[in-house]
């Protein structure tokens, strides 16, 4: 059974970083990519990041570009996502998904992703 858990969010500071992180289990490692999405209160589910089956290819909205960061690694079986200069509308729960693609495929539309974690939220100190 394909399993996602989501770690790592909690309350910080404007400007402060925290490191999220998404252990997977349940499905073949190498064919899936990445993505992960938040959600605010009151907002659409938004595509954050992704980064594709072999890690080559990454992609990032412009609200995150340059302060966000995608990983993943094999040998633990987890994906990153790094965050810094976290400011207010960064607030939201954040979700992991994987999707199944071609090797340079790099999906952040929710429609699209196989399975999907339970969340982890991120708070901003106000």
């Known amino acids: 059974q394909a399993q996602l858990v989501e770690s790592g969010g909690g309350l910080v500071r404007p400007g402060g970083s925290l490191q999220l992180r998404c252990r997977v289990s349940g499905f073949t490692w190498d064919y899936y990519g990445f993505a992960w999405f938040r959600q605010a209160p009151g907002k659409e589910r938004e595509g954050v990041a992704c980064i594709s089956r072999t890690g080559s290819v990454t992609r990032y909205a412009d609200s995150v570009q340059g302060r966000f960061s995608i990983a993943r690694d094999r040998a633990t079986s987890q994906a990153f996502l790094q965050m810094n200069g976290l400011t207010a509308e960064d607030v939201g729960t954040y979700y992991c998904?994987?999707?199944?693609?071609?090797?340079?495929?790099?999906?952040?539309?929710?429609?699209?992703?196989?399975?999907w974690g339970k969340g982890t939220l991120v708070t901003i100190f106000s």
């Open positions: 998904a994987a999707f199944e693609g071609s090797r340079a495929s790099c999906q952040t539309t929710p429609v699209a992703m196989n399975y």
